[in-house]
């Protein structure tokens, strides 16, 4: 126990001081007794957790403890045995890193959860996890959150030292005017340069990392496909090539709507292999589906997209299309609060079932009311709203 409290403090006292505080550390309700936080690779599960030690215990309170499963010590040692000794010497919060990794994981979750009702578990898990549709102990029991890469906002804030706060939908629509002006002053009128970097290698945390940003994406893009996806989907390996052939053949396209039986002609499996490993994709978050208005999986989707700029960037092997990158971004940002479908009429998107918002590449467009405008523009007018804004969502 004692050289996981030692390591605990090292990794605490070595947080970087670099950090932007993520805007999930707010969402959270903190008094639940069992939480579990899914998100992809590469997004900083284990520099959150970590996070939260620091400011909510600091970092020589032995009533908080970070454990991560990949040790080896747990090839022996329960969960339940570990939380029960941790208990006994005073702990009040367990923080579990990588716990899929461990057999039976969420049996012991749930027995924790039963026998010990003064112990808080908050633990981490990879974004293809289905934490309640796949495991039955925990129906009722765990308080399930994802956390996201950066949004712009987030991101404008780390390398231009700002505090940005966030502006809900309402806001930006009404407002947009007067909320643009300001960000655009405060940023020196650089604004434009921050928000090109940031499609290109800002989504993920690593990129504050002295390496080839590109390379590090497309290295934790394998290990999603290789660990994360194969493991728990329990796909055999030998399909892995098929897997990523077919995330490959939907990326040089994106956003496109999916020729199900070419794909499934090209890759030699069936249709409704296709469409699950598709669905595979975007639970991992290397894909985004979009549907019409009330449809959903198991349906075809109307287009496939890229799940962020920065993938899109990473794996294309042609210059990107603006009008690619703007979409690819814009659903993005949105989906995280907002029922994202595919636009009716000429709008590329609907929000909510209500609002229709048209991606535009320049402003030489004929302006109807009823659509909102999104241009990649520092000015705005009216129903005409600069892209990047809806990057200060969350």
Not at 331 to 351: C, M, P, R, S
Request: proline content about 4%.
């Amino acid at each position: 126990m004692e050289s996981f409290y030692r390591t605990h403090q090292y990794l605490l006292s070595h947080l970087s001081t670099q950090l932007v505080r993520r805007g999930l550390m707010d969402e959270i309700n903190w008094n639940e007794r069992l939480i579990g936080i899914k998100g992809s690779r590469g997004i900083g599960k284990t520099t959150f957790l970590l996070s939260y030690a620091k400011e909510f215990y600091g970092i020589n309170n032995r009533e908080c403890l970070y454990i991560n499963l990949n040790h080896f010590f747990f090839t022996e040692k329960t969960i339940v045995e570990f939380a029960r000794d941790f208990r006994s010497q005073g702990g009040k919060t367990l923080l579990i890193d990588q716990v899929f990794k461990y057999p039976e994981w969420s049996k012991e979750l749930r027995i924790c959860y039963d026998e010990f009702p003064d112990l808080q578990i908050i633990f981490t898990g990879p974004s293809v996890m289905r934490l309640k549709e796949e495991n039955p102990d925990l129906a009722g029991k765990v308080a399930v959150y994802q956390l996201r890469g950066f949004s712009f906002r987030e991101y404008l804030n780390l390398v231009n030292d700002k505090q940005f706060p966030t502006y809900n939908l309402k806001d930006i629509i009404q407002n947009h005017q007067k909320i643009a002006k300001e960000i655009v002053e405060q940023t020196n009128h650089k604004l434009q340069s921050y928000f090109r970097d940031y499609l290109h290698h800002g989504f993920y945390p690593f990129f504050l990392e002295k390496r080839n940003y590109s390379e590090n994406l497309l290295k934790t893009m394998n290990m999603t496909l290789e660990v994360d996806v194969l493991y728990i989907k329990q796909i055999e390996q030998r399909y892995l090539p098929k897997l990523r052939k077919l995330f490959y053949m939907i990326s040089q396209e994106a956003p496109c709507t999916p020729n199900v039986s070419q794909l499934s002609k090209e890759l030699e499996m069936s249709r409704a292999t296709v469409m699950n490993y598709i669905k595979y994709l975007k639970d991992a978050r290397l894909v985004n589906m979009l549907y019409p208005m009330h449809e959903d999986f198991p349906k075809k989707p109307s287009t496939v997209y890229v799940y962020n700029t920065n993938i899109l960037h990473a794996v294309h092997q042609e210059p990107i299309n603006e009008y690619s990158e703007y979409r690819t971004f814009f659903f993005n940002q949105l989906q995280k609060d907002f029922l994202v479908n595919e636009g009716i009429k000429y709008a590329d998107f609907t929000i909510d079932n209500e609002l229709l918002f048209c991606i535009k590449v320049n402003k030489s467009f004929k302006n109807n009311p009823k659509y909102y405008y999104i241009v990649n523009t520092n000015t705005s007018e009216k129903n005409v709203i600069p892209l990047w804004l809806f990057g200060f969502l969350y």
